[in-house]
């Protein structure tokens, strides 16, 4: 069964850094689709970021600049570091993973809690 | 900006049927916009439903289905049970700008 976990995630002042890690089993990291997408305070899901199998990155304009996806094959996880963190990053952040083309989205984590405020 | 549009509420009967629709600013919806869906209840994760417009995960109910419906993507939920209630979202991909884009939600009431 595939799981995600994702950990990393508090209280932190605006202006500060973060990273946060979702942790794969049963699910290759290094040779899949992976995403960050984010959930603010009762509203909906904004997409953040991508690292598709052949290791391309792409970002959500209001994060662009500012966050980082990786990944470590070694320990088949993912990261997200955030960077010059505002008051509106603050959400839910839940990692997502894919096989195929298309059908990026598949499984999902349960998410991790970033609120940003001083 | 990129905007994908969503009811925001819908009420169905429970066994009745329900229509949700997703639509994108930039123009009609294609196959090409890989439209997924995805259903959420409170307090937990979203939960993939639909992905490339009609290709269902192992475990989604029969009840659900994708299509394109017109200009919009569509799901589709035929017996609507009790358990259904939840907010629904689509999601979008915008090959040009290598970006995906979710709608706003839609919180189906089973009443």
């Known amino acids: 069964e595939v799981q995600l976990v994702e950990s990393g995630g508090g209280l932190i002042q605006p202006g500060g850094s973060l990273r946060l890690s979702c942790a794969a089993s049963?699910?290759?990291?290094?040779?899949?689709?992976m995403s960050w997408v984010r959930q603010p305070p009762g509203t909906g899901l904004e997409w953040v970021s991508i690292?598709?199998?052949?290791?391309?990155?792409y970002y959500a304009d209001s994060v662009k600049g500012r966050f980082t996806i990786s990944r470590d094959t070694s320990k088949n996880t993912m990261y997200l570091q955030m960077n010059s963190l505002r008051v509106g990053d603050t959400a839910v952040y839940f990692c997502?993973?894919?096989?195929?083309?298309?059908?990026?989205?598949?499984?999902w984590g349960q998410g991790t809690l970033v609120t940003v405020s001083s | 900006q990129t905007v994908v549009t969503q009811e925001p509420s819908l009420t169905v009967s429970p066994g009745g049927t329900v229509t949700l629709t997703c639509s994108s600013s930039?123009?009609?919806?294609?196959?090409?916009?890989?439209p997924n869906w995805f259903q959420q209840k409170p307090g937990q994760a979203p939960r993939a439903l639909i992905f490339?417009?009609?290709n269902k995960h192992s475990w989604t109910p029969a009840r659900f289905s994708g299509s394109l419906l017109g200009d919009k993507a569509a799901l589709t939920l035929s017996g609507v049970q009790p358990e259904d209630e939840a907010e629904y979202y689509c999601?979008?991909?915008?090959?040009?700008?290598?970006?995906?884009?979710f709608g706003g939600g839609t919180k189906l009431t089973v009443l």
């Open positions: 997502a993973g894919g096989r195929r083309s298309g059908n990026i989205f598949e499984y």
């Open positions: 049963a699910f290759t990291v290094s040779s899949n689709y």
């Open positions: 690292i598709y199998s052949g290791d391309s990155t």
């Open positions: 930039t123009g009609a919806v294609t196959s090409g916009y890989y």
């Open positions: 490339a417009t009609n």
């Open positions: 999601l979008l991909y915008y090959g040009g700008a290598q970006l995906w884009v």
